[in-house]
Nanobody
Framework: QVQLVESGGGLVQPGGSLRLSCAASGSISSIENMAWYRQAPGLQRELVATITSGGTTYYSDSVKGRFTISRDNTKNTMYLQLNRLKPEDTAIYYC?????????WGRGTQVTVSS
């Protein structure tokens, strides 16, 4: 089984930056695709960005050009660089991994964008 632990969230002013990390442990070799999702209060969880094992990335329109997803396979860690943050980016950010036969989620890290 794969376990995921997010870190790096916090309070930041509009226009600021944060870097989220997602550390994976367990059967790392079984991970195919990874992704970041977020869920704001009262809203459904939404896809933010994905990255394949080969490094191909996808971004939702709301974050394209501001966020960057990456993964360091030597450290078993995925990252999300958040730049030019807006108040509407406030949410709990979740790490996701797809192993083909099952998926797993982290517990999330809170990002709050406020002045």
């Amino acid at each position: 089984q794969v376990q995921l632990v997010e870190s790096g969230g916090g309070l930041v002013q509009p226009g600021g930056s944060l870097r989220l990390s997602c550390a994976a442990s367990g059967s790392i070799s079984s991970i195919e695709n990874m992704a970041w999702y977020r869920q704001a209060p009262g809203l459904q969880r939404e896809l933010v960005a994905t990255i394949t094992s080969g490094g191909t990335t996808y971004y939702s329109d709301s974050v394209k050009g501001r966020f960057t997803i990456s993964r360091d396979n030597t450290k078993n860690t995925m990252y999300l660089q958040l730049n030019r943050l807006k108040p509407e980016d406030t949410a709990i950010y979740y790490c996701y991994a797809n192993m083909g036969s099952y998926v797993t989620w982290g517990r999330g890290t809170q990002v709050t964008v406020s002045s």
